[in-house]
């Protein structure tokens, strides 16, 4: 499907399979979702451009490939989106982080938003926007359009589960921020909770409910 990669890697699978099943402690759940946050960093940051610079190893003077271009924004719609951040930190510290408070009213389903705090300029950092679940992209769509708003240009989505209903729609409202997913499940259920899904991603990783 186009833009959209389905990360395929063996222990990303594994991992999602042991944060699907009901009897994982909030503890493991959270650990798991910080592992895979991890993982999923390496594949959206794959082709991220280089430039060689110089530099001397005890050896010898040599030119070698250092990360150039737009510098990182990590944008976690909370709460889930949290549950990535800190493995996707480990990997790039230098990152900047935009909040986005967003939940979901059980009865509309439509985004409210209550808190938004993001570095200053967003149009000239790639922003890698992320929350496990991708059900409606009502929250998505709203979070992408408030970065767009502060003047992102060029984003990125990551999650962990897609419904293909909420591909749909973001590919349909934003075409242009590609998505990376873990896995694109079968559809929503009439609670526009992802099926066969994982649950309530917030109140799994904090216990909550
Ligand atoms: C969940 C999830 C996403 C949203 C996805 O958040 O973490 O943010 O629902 O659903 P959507 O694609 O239909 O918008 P929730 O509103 O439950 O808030 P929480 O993370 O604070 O629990
Ligand atoms: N939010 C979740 O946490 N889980 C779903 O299945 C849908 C929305």
């Known amino acids: 499907m186009e833009g959209v990669t389905v990360v395929d890697h063996p222990l990303v699978q594994h991992k999602l399979t042991l944060m699907r099943d009901k009897s994982r402690s909030t503890k493991g759940f959270r650990q798991l979702l910080n ?4 993982l999923l960093c390496y594949e959206v ?8 610079v110089d530099i001397e190893t005890p050896l010898t003077p040599m030119r070698a490939p250092m990360l150039a271009g737009k510098k990182l924004v ?8 949290v549950g990535f951040l800190d493995g996707m930190l480990d990997l790039v510290p230098s990152a900047r982080v935009a ?6 009213d059980p009865e509309t389903l439509t985004a409210v ?17 992320m929350d496990p679940m991708l059900a409606t ?16 240009k060029e984003m990125r989505f990551v999650c962990l589960l897609a419904a293909p ?5 973001l590919r349909g409202e934003h075409p242009d921020v590609p998505i990376w997913t873990a896995a694109i ?9 992802i099926m066969p899904g994982l649950g309530d991603a917030g109140d799994r990783m904090y216990g909550t409910k």
């Open 35 to 38: 592992e895979i946050g991890m």
């Open 165 to 169: 209903e909420g591909i749909e729609k």
């Open 185 to 193: 499940d079968e559809h929503l259920n009439d609670h526009g909770y």
């Open 113 to 129: 938003e209550y808190y938004f705090k993001a570095p200053t300029n967003l149009a000239e950092r790639l922003v890698i926007v």
């Open 45 to 52: 940051t794959r082709d991220l451009p280089l430039e060689d």
């Open 74 to 81: 990590f944008a976690p719609i909370l709460r889930a989106g």
């Open 99 to 104: 909040h986005i408070g967003l939940y979901r």
């Open 137 to 152: 992209a009502n929250s998505a769509v709203a979070a992408i359009d408030r970065l767009k708003e502060r003047g992102a």
